[in-house]
């Protein structure tokens, strides 16, 4: 019988034997190797030098991936068993033999949205500049089909992938892209962060690497953390025009372990879009690689008319995830209704872990998406340019820096030349005069810059940047 002593397969129990033996071994090698990172934690702090060491880790790496290729054995497999050796160092040089087991590498704090809403409770008025949430109203379709769903009796469980028709529908709509979604290929999910949630959970394993090109929105980090991956950031600048460049790309996506490239056009925060030359040679990249694609891309109804923005969904890679969502596009981030489009073989795990979190999306939820799909949302996007373009004008007036946004509804500046300017000191001060904004530190290390989101009417807008000039006069953005 499997799994019993005497199996009479020739030859098991010796195997057995040994491979127990070798494990043991390996755990005494375990310990020899704590005890070693103990004394390395006690010398560092001797010397005052921190823990990490990016440069050490990295030929580290190189030397075992030469290693594994030298013993014929999976580099995927050395790389991921370096990773938990490496985590486990970290750790026991933080705090000792002792130390509990590890965190994950960066504890979510409380965003500046959240610590702004909390002044709120508090009798505070906020000038909303920090976040991502326009201050329009849904469109009435959708008002009227939630309030008409509790009538119609859609107040169920659903289908984990979401309703046929709502499936269909979003098919549909991403077909406006320059591709040809089936109903097949398309899952609901309460938002497009829960399909980032998703994808990464379900296509990532510990140890894998996700590339990453920074500035980013700060979910793509938290997500491919808790899924057990290494990030591996591309930098990017304002000078660069915030365009990653395809040698730094293909360097970060060299390793063996590489899984997943993270694209977000339009972006968030710089506004960018890319041009068609480089998103071609970054599928080219991932295709070649048989990397995954996760292009997030909720803010296409955002792009530029003529900022040449290019859907992933045009190329037809069939290991691409495309994330789309009404938040932005339709006003309806409280209703938290998002798409993924992607080959079934990727939705049906995606649907068995979105099964197992919450069941299905609620029903009445995607009866609004449904019928939000049916409205003209021009207008509320034109608007969101116009506004943007007010806020352009009076940065550059006060000699902000920033890249002119070819989409989204963001403005990510800094101001002068940047050098001795901190954004997370001018969004704390900013804070206190009843005006958020968001710290550029949270989308990487991106500390000398702020993000202005673009969502509130002109006249709010305005009076928000007062305070940020008149922060900025009194030195506010100096650490
Ligand atoms: N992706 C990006 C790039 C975002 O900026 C946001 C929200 N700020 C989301 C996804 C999440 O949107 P949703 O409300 O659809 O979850």
């Known amino acids: 019988m499997a799994g019993s002593g005497g199996s009479g397969a020739p030859g098991l129990e010796a195997l057995r034997a040994r491979m127990d ?48 290729g030298a013993l014929g054995l999976d580099a995927a497999m050395g790389s991921r068993l370096l990773d938990l050796l490496l985590d486990e160092s970290v750790r026991v ?36 500049m920090e976040v991502g949430e326009p201050d329009f109203a849904p469109p009435p379709e959708a008002e009227r089909a939630l309030a008409g769903a ?63 090109v ?16 290494a990030v591996r950031a591309v930098g990017t600048s ?11 790309v293909e360097r970060a996506a060299s390793g063996p372990a590489a899984r997943m490239l993270v694209l977000n056009y339009p972006n968030n925060p710089t506004g960018r879009v890319l041009p068609p030359g480089t998103m071609d040679g970054l599928m080219s990249l991932a295709a070649e690689r048989g990397l995954y694609v996760l292009s997030d891309e909720i803010y296409s109804e955002h792009a530029g008319p003529s ?62 998406a449904l019928a939000a799909l049916g409205a003209d949302v021009s207008g509320r996007t034109a608007e969101i340019r116009s506004r943007l373009r007010a806020l352009q004008s009076r940065a550059s007036a006060m000699g902000l820096r920033f890249l002119a946004p070819d989409g989204a509804m963001y403005l990510f500046a800094t101001p002068g030349n940047g050098a001795g300017f901190d954004g997370t000191a ?47 006069a009194e030195g506010g953005g100096v650490g």
């Open 21 to 68: 033996e070798v494990t043991m071994r390996m755990v005494g090698l375990l310990k020899e190797r704590t005890e070693i990172a103990v004394g390395i934690g006690r010398a560092k702090r001797s010397a005052g030098l921190v823990v990490a060491d990016a440069g050490r880790e990295e030929s580290l790496r190189r030397r075992v991936a030469a290693e594994c």
């Open 93 to 128: 040089q933080s705090g000792g033999a002792g130390a509990p087991p590890a965190a994950p590498r960066r504890e979510p704090r409380p965003s500046m949205f959240q610590r702004a809403k909390a002044l709120e409770a508090g009798g505070r008025r906020i000038i909303h």
């Open 150 to 212: 509790c009538a119609a009796g859609r107040t169920r469980y659903g289908p984990p992938k979401g309703t046929p028709e709502l499936r269909a529908a979003f098919a549909e709509y991403a077909r406006r892209y320059g591709a040809s979604p089936g109903a097949e290929d398309v899952m609901v999910t309460p938002g497009g962060r829960f399909s980032v949630f998703l994808a990464m959970s379900a296509l990532l394993s510990p140890g894998d690497e996700v590339v990453l």
């Open 214 to 229: 920074e500035p980013a929105w700060p979910a793509y980090r938290d997500c491919a953390e808790l899924a057990g991956a």
């Open 238 to 248: 304002l000078e660069g025009g915030w365009v990653p460049r395809l040698e730094d």
């Open 307 to 368: 900022s040449g923005w290019k859907s992933a969904l045009s190329y037809g890679y069939g290991r691409a995830v495309t994330v789309q969502s009404l938040s932005k596009s339709h006003a309806m981030t409280g209703f938290r209704a998002g798409f993924a489009v992607a080959a079934p073989p990727i939705t049906d795990r995606m649907a068995r872990l979105q099964a197992v979190c919450l069941t299905s999306v609620p029903d009445p939820v995607q009866h609004a």
């Open 426 to 472: 001018l969004a704390n001060r900013l804070l206190g005069y009843g005006v958020a904004v968001a710290p550029g530190e949270d989308f990487g290390g991106y500390g000398r810059y702020v993000r202005i989101s673009a969502c509130l009417g002109v006249d709010e807008l305005m009076e928000g940047m007062d305070a940020v000039e008149r922060a900025l």
